[in-house]
């Protein structure tokens, strides 16, 4: 399946900002979506994921309360809204297939998208 993640753009701290995620090809419902985020010098690093009903959702605990993943799975979208933004969430971020977390708690992800460009300004 083929991501693509829009919906980014320059907020002020303490705005919002709602990423959306198009998938093509494959059968999205069958997938498990998750979103990462990377800033300047800094390692990809999970944000939350949701499952392929969307009833369950993870969330790193640093976007714990401010962000929300959801999905439309008749769209073929993941959306991320993200709320009460501060400086510190200004990256890249990308949307993934099947997010997997592993036995020391991290995650990672092999089917990437495109990223969207989040910029926060204090």
């Known amino acids: 399946v083929q991501l693509q993640a829009y919906g980014g753009g320059l907020a002020q701290a303490g705005g919002s900002l709602r990423l959306s995620c198009a998938a093509s090809g494959g059968t999205f419902s069958d997938y498990e979506m998750g979103w990462f985020r990377q800033a300047p010098g800094k390692d990809r690093e999970f944000v939350a994921s949701?499952?392929?009903?969307?009833?369950?959702?993870s969330y790193a605990d640093f976007v714990k309360g401010r962000f929300t993943i959801s999905r439309d799975n008749a769209k073929r979208t993941v959306y991320l809204q993200m709320n009460s933004l501060k400086a510190e969430d200004a990256a890249v971020y990308y949307c993934?297939?099947?997010?997997?977390?592993?036995?020391?708690?991290?995650?990672?992800?092999?089917?990437w998208g495109q990223g969207t460009l989040v910029t926060v300004s204090s």
């Open positions: 949701i499952s392929w009903s969307g009833a369950s959702t």
């Open positions: 993934v297939t099947d997010p997997i977390k592993d036995y020391s708690g991290s995650y990672y992800a092999s089917n």
